[in-house]
């Protein structure tokens, strides 16, 4: 059983950038398929960013061109690099885990088996 968590999160300014990283201490993530999501209050849940088990990815209309998806070497972690925040993006961001899916139904159909708990993103001007 995954225990995902989240980490990254803060207060930060109009453009400034952020990198949340979703970790499990005790499973790999290699082979799972994992996703970013937010969710604003009084908002549906997003993905915005997905990326599969054979490293192909998928981003989001909402922060396309502004983040980055990655696996890190060890396996275990995947990073979501943020740049030119907006205060649009203040949120609360999930990382989930998925083990079949391809990274654009992951995020399209908001797919996870696995969810953490979610970390704070508030970006002020």
């Known amino acids: 059983q995954l225990q995902l968590v989240e980490s990254g999160g803060g207060l930060v300014q109009s453009g400034d950038s952020l990198r949340l990283s979703c970790t499990d201490s005790e499973e790999t993530l290699r082979y799972w398929a994992i996703g970013w999501f937010r969710q604003a209050p009084g908002k549906e849940r997003e993905g915005v960013s997905c990326?599969?088990?054979?490293?192909?990815?998928y981003y989001g209309q909402s922060m396309k061109g502004r983040v980055t998806i990655y696996r890190e070497e060890a396996g275990n972690k995947v990073s979501l690099q943020m740049n030119s925040l907006k205060p649009s993006d203040t949120a609360t961001y999930y990382c989930a885990a998925a083990r079949d899916p391809t990274a654009q139904a992951m995020c399209t159909l908001i797919a996870g088996d696995h969810w953490g708990r979610g970390t704070q993103v508030t970006v002020s001007t």
């Open positions: 990326i599969s088990s054979d490293v192909s990815t």
